[in-house]
Every structure is written in C-alpha cells, then in structure tokens.
C-alpha cells in the first residue's frame, strides 16, 4: 500500500496576488520537491493559462480557484476554463456551481479558507447540499491562519457525517517553500491499473471523508493559553518542542557556531 503526499491549492505568478513575479514555473516545481510533495495542483485565480505540460515528479494534477459569490472554490479535474461571472452575482450562482462543478467541468469542488468561515459559517450545509465536495481544514496563508481549532473540529465532523473530504493546503503565493501541511493518500495499485496518478488520486477523493489523512505541522494558534505579549516566546517554545531530537541539536549547534565566530570576530 502506497501514501502520497499531495498539496492541491497552491498558485504560479498567472495570479496577479503572486508575490515573485520573477520565479519560474520549474522553480516551484523545485520547490514542490524540496517540500516531498508527490502531487501538487496549481489553482490560479480565474485562469489555467500559462501552464506548461508537466509529465516529471512531482505530478501535477489540472485546478482552478474560481473566486466566486463571496467564496473561493478550488476546482480539482478538468483544466477547463471558468466564467468565474456566472458564478459571483449571488449565493444561488455560488450553488449552481457547485451543483455543476463535476458535470460541467469534470472537477471536484473544494472550500477554500478564510472565505467560506468569513461568510458562508451559518449555511454549510446548504453548499453541501448543493454539492461540495470538500473543505480546506487548514491553509497557511497567512489570512486564513485564525481559524481556530473548535471551528475546524466542527467542520470536520461535518464532513465525516455527510462524508466530504478535507484537505490542508499550502495556498502558496510565493512566500516560501516551507511546509506548514501534508495530505497522505493511499492508492493502492495505481500503476498496475494503467491510470495516470492524478486520475487515481482525484478517484480516491471522490470516495470521501475516509480518502486523505492530513497531518499539520505543530504551531502556536490563536486560541492558546500563551498571553498576547508572550506571543514571540510562545512561537520560540512551540517551534522548539515540535521537533525531534536531530533537529534540535542541529539548531543547538549552529546557534553555538554562529556565537563563537561572531565572538572570535569581535
């Protein structure tokens, strides 16, 4: 049995909120690797031009962020493009997409954080309903980085009970290639079937809440017993006890490096 490791939300300099304009497409790729990903989706807002096939590791899977009423739905499937005005005039055109999401454009829908907690908290059910596929439990964009543990719980056990999945993401504009989130994905078998790996993944999320296990990096939140004034303390002291023992000595002992050669120096 074989886990991926995948992250389907993250944008290319096609966003015009990118924040590097001047990396290349292969250099987040790169990144992609360094980060251990095995699959990755690029979701540009409103747009699927400019990407370049791309048949090495890590796979890349077709998406889309279409920035509809008052939401951010990740498209995963299909790399059709979307009139992104059919669906932003009201919430019955946020629910038409994704009521036609998977026939119209072949792709599983996904509710991207801070957006749909910012304005659509008290009718989740309804974009359920409509069909959801899933919801972004974690996002390390800095915007969506409040959203607190009792409300992800909440969402969680929605989605366990009308069986969506959940994933974390990057939702990377370019502000680093340090990973915050990973999501694991059996696909048992998947190149004996002869089916390209994104199709199997995108298959394996069509089964639901069971298919992805999403393992978040410890870190300080905003609901934790630290005061408000002993934030960088706090961060220091979170960073530290989620390491491992390696990690720690190697920071130990480059902290101790830099000490003697500025000490030396002066």
């Given at each position: 049995?074989q886990w991926f490791r995948?992250?389907?939300h993250?944008?290319?300099?096609?966003?015009?909120?990118?924040?590097d304009s001047?990396v290349s497409?292969?250099?987040?790729?790169?990144?992609?690797?360094?980060?251990?990903?095995?699959?990755?989706?690029?979701t540009?807002?409103?747009?699927?031009?400019?990407?370049?096939?791309h048949t090495?590791?890590?796979?890349?899977?077709p998406g889309?962020?279409?920035?509809?009423?008052?939401a951010?739905?990740v498209?995963l499937?299909?790399s059709?493009?979307v009139?992104?005005r059919r669906?932003?005039?009201s919430?019955?055109?946020l629910?038409?997409?994704l009521?036609t999401?998977d026939?119209?454009?072949?792709?599983?829908?996904?509710?991207s954080l801070?957006?749909?907690?910012e304005?659509?908290?008290?009718?989740?059910?309804?974009?359920?309903?409509?069909?959801?596929?899933?919801?972004?439990?974690?996002?390390?964009a800095?915007?969506a980085?409040?959203?607190?543990?009792?409300?992800?719980?909440s969402?969680?056990?929605?989605?366990?009970?009308t069986?969506?999945?959940?994933?974390?993401?990057?939702?990377?504009?370019?502000w680093?290639?340090?990973s915050?989130?990973?999501?694991?994905?059996?696909?048992?078998d998947?190149h004996?079937?002869?089916a390209?790996?994104c199709?199997t993944?995108?298959?394996?999320l069509?089964?639901?809440?069971?298919?992805?296990?999403v393992?978040?990096?410890?870190?300080l939140?905003?609901?934790?017993?630290?005061?408000?004034?002993?934030?960088?303390?706090?961060v220091?002291?979170?960073?530290?006890?989620g390491?491992?023992w390696?990690l720690?000595?190697?920071?130990l002992?480059?902290i101790?490096a830099?000490w003697s050669?500025?000490?030396r120096?002066?």
């Amino acid at each position: 049995m074989q886990w991926f490791r995948m992250d389907l939300h993250l944008h290319t300099p096609g966003s015009s909120d990118y924040q590097d304009s001047d990396v290349s497409y292969l250099d987040i790729l790169r990144r992609a690797e360094m980060r251990a990903l095995d699959i990755i989706a690029f979701t540009d807002h409103n747009t699927v031009a400019g990407l370049t096939p791309h048949t090495g590791a890590p796979a890349r899977c077709p998406g889309i962020e279409v920035s509809a009423w008052k939401a951010h739905i990740v498209l995963l499937g299909d790399s059709l493009p979307v009139e992104r005005r059919r669906y932003n005039s009201s919430f019955q055109a946020l629910l038409e997409l994704l009521r036609t999401s998977d026939s119209t454009y072949g792709a599983l829908s996904v509710a991207s954080l801070p957006e749909y907690e910012e304005n659509h908290w008290t009718h989740l059910d309804s974009l359920v309903s409509a069909g959801l596929d899933g919801f972004e439990v974690v996002n390390a964009a800095p915007q969506a980085n409040e959203f607190s543990r009792a409300r992800r719980d909440s969402v969680i056990a929605l989605a366990r009970r009308t069986n969506r999945f959940v994933v974390g993401v990057s939702d990377n504009h370019g502000w680093g290639a340090t990973s915050m989130v990973w999501n694991l994905v059996r696909a048992p078998d998947w190149h004996a079937s002869g089916a390209r790996l994104c199709d199997t993944i995108l298959s394996r999320l069509r089964e639901g809440f069971p298919a992805v296990r999403v393992v978040e990096r410890h870190r300080l939140v905003a609901e934790s017993a630290w005061p408000l004034w002993l934030t960088p303390i706090g961060v220091i002291w979170e960073t530290w006890r989620g390491m491992g023992w390696g990690l720690a000595a190697s920071w130990l002992g480059w902290i101790w490096a830099t000490w003697s050669l500025r000490r030396r120096l002066l």
